[in-house]
C-alpha cells in the first residue's frame, strides 16, 4: 500500500489508529496483535504471497534468537545470519548472479524472474541486528514475541525504513503511556506527514517526469544531460526525504518516535558528512556491521582505504542487483578513500561554500549511475554532461524552472522536517499547512509513482 492514497489516509490509517487506541484501553496485547495484522495488510496489500515470506521470516528470527538465548553459540548466530542472506540473496539476487554466470561461462541457466518482496533489504537487516544483540547479550531487556513482532513490520517503516535499532523500537512498544492516544503527538504526526506528503507529491513526482524524459532521451546534450542529472538528484531527494518525514509522522501519531533518517545531505561539506546525513540508520548498519568489523579506521591507512571500499562496494549491491548501482557504491567508496587520504595528508581546509558545491556536484554525477537503465544510456548523459556532442540552445519550461527554484531554496533554506517535528507546537498556522498540503497534494493522487527506495 502507498502512503499517498486515499484508502491509505481517508481509510487505512484513521482505522488502524482509531481501533489501535480503542483496544489498547482494555488489552494492550489486543491493540499490539491488531496493529501486527493492519501492518501485514497494509504489507500484503498488492500481493498475499509477500506476508508468507514476511511471516516466515520473523518466526524463524525468533526461533534464532530463543536458542541464542539459552546457548550463545557463534555457529548458531552464524547460521542465523546466513539464512537471512540467503533469504535476500534468493529473491533479490538470483537472477543477477545467473546472469553473470552465464555471460561468464557461456551457460544457459534459467532466470526466474523472481518478484521481489518489498522492502527485504529493510526487515532482514533489522532482524540481524536483532539476531546480533541477542548473541553478544547487548539488549535493554528480554522482549516478548509481540513486540518483536512489532518491530520488524511496523508498517510506517517497513518498507523503506528508516531501519530501526531493537531497543530504540521495542522500549516503546512496552511503554503503557504510549498505548493511549496523545493529542499534541497526533497532531505532529498530521504535520510531518503533510509536509513529507507534499515533498513526494508535488516535488519528487513532478522532478520524476523530467528526469524519466531525459533519461529516455539520453541525446548526448550539454544542458538536457544536465537538466537530466539535475532532475533525478532532486526527485530522489525529496522522494527519499517525503518518505522518511511521512513515516516519522505516522509514527507520531502511534506515539512512536522513529530515528532521524534524512537530514539536508545535499548541504554537505564533504562525502563523509553526506553519509552522515543521507539514509543515516543504513550508514549506522553498514559500520556497525560490516565497516567496523572489518578494522573500520582503527588499522593502518591502506586497510581502512580497503574497509571503506568493502563496505561501499556492499552499500552499492544492497541497493540493487546490477552492476550500475555497485558503480554508483564504488564511486562513493573511492570518494571517501580520496577524502580520507587528504584529511591525512592535506591539512588545508577548504571553504563552505566551494566544498560544499563540489559535494553536491559529486552527488549529483554519481546519481547517474543509479538512476541510468543501464551502461550505454549512463554513458550517454556523462557524455553530454563533460563531452558534450553537441551544445543545444539552453532552453526551460517556466514550470521547471519554478521547480528547481523551489527545490532549491526548500534544499538550502528551511529547516529539517525532523527538526519542525520535534520543536512543534499545535497552533492555527501549522493546522492550516497541514489541511492546505494534505488537500492540496490530493488533487494530484492520479499521479503518483511508487517510492523509489521500494525497490531497495
Aim: proline share 4%; aromatic share 20%; glycine share 6%.
Amino acid at each position: 500500500m502507498l502512503f499517498p492514497t486515499f484508502t491509505f489516509i481517508l481509510a487505512f490509517l484513521p482505522v488502524t489508529a482509531i481501533i489501535y487506541f480503542l483496544l489498547a484501553k482494555r488489552n494492550i496485547l489486543l491493540s499490539r496483535l491488531w496493529l501486527l495484522v493492519m501492518s501485514f495488510i497494509f504489507y500484503s496489500w498488492f500481493n498475499w504471497s509477500y506476508s508468507l515470506i514476511l511471516g516466515a521470516s520473523i518466526l524463524g528470527n525468533w526461533f534464532f534468537a530463543l536458542l541464542l538465548k539459552k546457548n550463545p553459540r557463534r555457529a548458531v548466530f552464524i547460521l542465523g545470519v546466513i539464512l537471512n542472506i540467503l533469504l535476500l540473496g534468493y529473491f533479490k539476487y538470483y537472477d543477477f548472479f545467473v546472469e553473470n554466470i552465464n555471460a561468464f561461462f557461456g551457460t544457459s541457466l534459467l532466470l526466474k524472474h523472481i518478484l521481489l518482496p518489498l522492502g527485504i533489504s529493510f526487515f532482514t537487516f533489522q532482524q540481524i541486528s536483532f539476531l546480533q544483540l541477542v548473541y553478544t547479550g547487548s539488549l535493554a531487556k528480554d522482549y516478548s514475541f509481540s513486540s518483536y513482532a512489532l518491530f520488524v513490520s511496523f508498517f510506517p517503516q517497513l518498507i523503506a525504513g528508516p531501519i530501526v535499532l531493537p531497543d530504540e523500537m521495542m522500549s516503546q512498544f512496552d511503554k503503557p503511556e504510549n498505548s493511549r492516544p496523545n493529542g499534541e503527538n497526533i497532531a505532529r504526526g498530521l504535520y510531518t506527514f503533510a509536509l513529507g506528503l507534499g515533498k513526494k507529491i508535488l516535488l519528487a513526482d513532478f522532478f520524476a517526469e523530467m528526469a524519466d524524459a531525459g533519461f529516455a532521451a539520453a541525446n548526448g546534450e550539454f544542458f538536457s544531460s544536465w537538466q537530466s542529472a539535475l532532475a533525478y538528484s532532486c526527485q530522489i531527494y525529496f522522494d527519499f526525504s517525503g518518505y522518511c518525514d511521512m513515516a516519522v509522522g505516522i509514527g507520531w501519531i502511534f506515539n512512536i518516535k522513529l530515528p532521524q533518517n534524512f537530514n539536508a545531505p545535499y548541504l554537505a561539506a564533504n562525502i563523509r558528512d553526506f553519509w552522515r546525513r543521507w539514509h543515516i540508520t543504513l550508514g549506522r548498519f553498514l559500520t556497525g556491521s560490516i565497516y567496523i568489523p572489518l578494522g573500520g579506521s582503527r588499522c593502518s591507512t591502506a586497510r581502512c582505504c580497503l574497509n571503506l571500499l568493502i563496505t561501499f562496494f556492499i552499500s552499492g549491491l544492497w541497493h540493487g542487483a546490477s552492476w550500475l548501482f555497485v558503480l554508483w557504491g564504488m564511486l562513493h567508496g573511492f570518494a571517501l578513500v580520496i577524502h580520507r587520504l587528504r584529511e591525512k595528508f592535506i591539512k588545508v581546509k577548504m571553504p563552505l561554500i566551494p566544498a560544499r558545491l563540489l559535494t553536491f556536484f559529486f552527488t549529483v554525477i554519481a546519481w547517474v549511475a543509479f538512476r541510468a537503465a543501464d551502461f550505454a544510456q549512463a554513458k550517454s548523459i556523462w557524455r553530454g554532461m563533460f563531452i558534450p556532442e553537441s551544445w543545444e540552445k539552453f532552453a526551460l519550461s517556466g514550470r521547471d524552472a519554478a521547480l528547481f527554484i523551489a527545490a532549491a531554496v526548500i534544499i538550502t533554506c528551511t529547516k529539517p522536517v525532523y527538526e519542525l517535528s520535534e520543536k512543534f507546537r499545535p497552533t492555527w498556522v501549522n493546522a492550516v499547512i497541514t489541511t492546505a498540503l494534505l488537500i492540496v497534494s490530493m488533487f494530484f493522487f492520479v499521479k503518483v509513482s511508487p517510492f523509489i527506495y521500494f525497490n531497495f
